[in-house]
């Protein structure tokens, strides 16, 4: 957990806001991720989130789930009042509104997705909530794409071989890269583009290093965002939920500059 930027962004926002709570971060195995939530409910803690991979679990754990935790079948944010788990997903709402700068008013006519686990599910139902109209899921298992497909309201979103995806490209369109795949220098199973369509926006759920992917489209002159926007603003909102307290835009722009800093920090950093 020592790698987490979590508690850097939200005890700061904690500070800001002057409330007197910590959070802290705990590396947990599998098999301890129900004792540590029933032991934080007994402590009274007012919640936690949940990263990867224990969004499923945490799920499972709830009494309450919010429509969109339902819909993702996940949760990275856990609330405890009376003795009981509330479940909420922020990753899809954290992502939209990274995006939205980025954006900068527009709105894509069609998304792709690259990928199709838990995160392009969170991916998908936003993108569905958004009513962006023309939607395509790839997968290097093309049978999970068309799961993920079929658990969506029929005729939203298009399941597409992998391999297709650059024919799918198009002016203005937004592709977003859910996969852990090509992370540094480690091979994708996507063919790479050589042009890339004015105004398409990369979105790359992944932040740290960049991307095979993200660094021929910049490249190409094309726009790439990382995934760093997404985990300030899955952290806003999971502080909404556990404070009832929006954070104004101005501390959210403070608390991403101390994630940008301390991110090329860490990464400049020797050994
Ligand atoms: P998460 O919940 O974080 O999304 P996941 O459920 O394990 O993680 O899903 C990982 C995604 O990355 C899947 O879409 C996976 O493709 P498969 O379903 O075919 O396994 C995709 N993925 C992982 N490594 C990949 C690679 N080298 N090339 C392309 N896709 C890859």
Redesign the pocket.
Same mark, same amino acid.
Request: net charge positive; proline share 3%; aromatic share 4%.
């Given at each position: 957990m020592g790698h987490s930027l979590s508690p850097l962004i939200q005890n700061t926002a904690l500070a800001a806001l002057e409330v007197p709570i910590v959070y802290l971060a705990a590396p947990l195995e599998p098999s301890g991720v129900e004792a540590a939530v029933h032991g934080l409910v007994a402590l009274q803690a007012l919640g936690t989130n949940v990263t990867?991979?224990y969004?499923e679990v945490a799920f499972a754990l709830c009494h309450r789930v919010t429509p969109r935790a339902r819909a993702m079948r *996940?949760c990275n944010v856990l609330s405890f009042a009376q003795g009981e788990i509330v479940g909420d997903n922020t990753d899809g709402v954290g992502w939209w509104r990274g995006l939205q700068p980025i954006l900068d008013g527009a709105r894509p006519h069609r998304a792709l997705v +690259? #990928? @199709? #686990? #838990? *995160? *392009?599910?969170a991916v998908v139902h936003t993108l569905i909530a958004q009513e962006i109209p023309e939607i395509v899921v790839f997968?290097?298992?093309p049978e999970? @794409?068309e799961q993920l497909v079929r658990e969506l309201p029929p005729g939203r979103v298009v399941a597409e071989a +992998?391999e297709r995806w650059l024919r799918f490209l198009e002016p203005g369109c937004l592709v977003v890269q859910?996969? =852990? *795949? #090509?992370w540094n220098g480690? @091979? =994708? =199973?996507?063919p790479l583009p050589s042009s890339w369509p004015e105004g398409a926006l990369l979105s790359e759920?992944l932040y740290g290093r960049e991307t095979v992917l993200a660094a021929t489209v910049r490249a190409l002159g094309g726009r790439v965002q990382d995934g760093l926007p997404m985990l300030v603003y899955q952290a806003s909102e999971s502080l909404r939920i556990w404070l009832g307290q929006a954070l104004s835009p101005s501390l959210e722009a403070r608390l991403l500059t101390l994630a940008r800093d301390h991110l090329e920090a860490r990464l400049s950093a020797p050994g």
């Open positions: 990867v991979p969004k *996940a +690259l #990928g @199709a #686990g #838990g *995160a *392009a599910r997968n290097r298992t999970r @794409a +992998l859910t996969t =852990s *795949a #090509g480690t @091979a =994708s =199973s996507w759920l």
